[in-house]
Structure formats: structure tokens, C-alpha cells
């Protein structure tokens, strides 16, 4: 059964920056698109980035600031964060479309890792 799991979260202060990753557990498997969203303190979860085979695409909140990219070969999803506001806070939640032989196309989501950027 495949799994995504997140890291690379934390503590740091404007201004700084934090690359998550997400791991696809598993053999046999390809990731086709994966979402970056965050949940902010007290407010619902939002998309941050998005990337297919084709293209990527960002929030306004994050363009220019952030870089979303997969590995295939390790089958890892990444999110470059850069230059980190305040309101980049929250908890930050991958999904991905994951194609294995048994189960074909599938959502899966990663259990969160949190962000939290001071002042």
C-alpha cells in the first residue's frame, strides 16, 4: 500500500527558507501530479502549488517565492520555500496522484508537517 510522508518542516524566521519533502513508500509506482496545501492556524486548508506532467502552477501568496518539483527516480515530491512570511504559517499537507500495477491511479495525502516562520 502506498504512503506519502512529509518532512522538512519547522522553525524559522522571516525571511528564511525550508524545503519539504514528500515520499511516495512503495515499488512500482509513479507519481503523476502532486499538491501542496496548507492549513494557517484557525482557517481552512488552501492550495499552494501544483504540479502535473505539464506544468506547475502557484497561489498567488506563494508565486515567485516557491518552487514545487518531484523526483521520479526517488519518488519524492519537494516544495522550496524562499524568502518565508509570517503568514506562510500553518501546516503544510502534500497529495498525490500515484499510479502503481494493483490499484492504477490513486489520491493519496501525507499526514501534514508543520511550518511556523517568527518574527
Known amino acids: 500500500q502506498v504512503q506519502l510522508v512529509e518532512s522538512g518542516g519547522g522553525l524559522v524566521q522571516a525571511g528564511e527558507s525550508l524545503r519539504l519533502s514528500c515520499v511516495a513508500s512503495g515499488t512500482w509506482l509513479r507519481i503523476n501530479t502532486m499538491t501542496w496545501y496548507r492549513q494557517p492556524p484557525g482557517k481552512q486548508r488552501e492550495l499552494v502549488a501544483d504540479l502535473t506532467d505539464r506544468s506547475t502552477s502557484y497561489s498567488d501568496s506563494v508565486k515567485g517565492r516557491f518552487v514545487i518539483s518531484r523526483d521520479l527516480e526517488k519518488n519524492t515530491g519537494y516544495l522550496q520555500m524562499n524568502d518565508l512570511k509570517l503568514e506562510d504559517t500553518g501546516v503544510y499537507y502534500c497529495?498525490?496522484?500515484?499510479?502503481?500495477?494493483?490499484?492504477?491511479?490513486?489520491?493519496?495525502w501525507g499526514q501534514g508537517t508543520q511550518v511556523t516562520v517568527s518574527s
Open positions: 497529495n498525490a496522484n500515484i499510479w502503481t500495477p494493483s490499484t492504477g491511479s490513486t489520491g493519496y
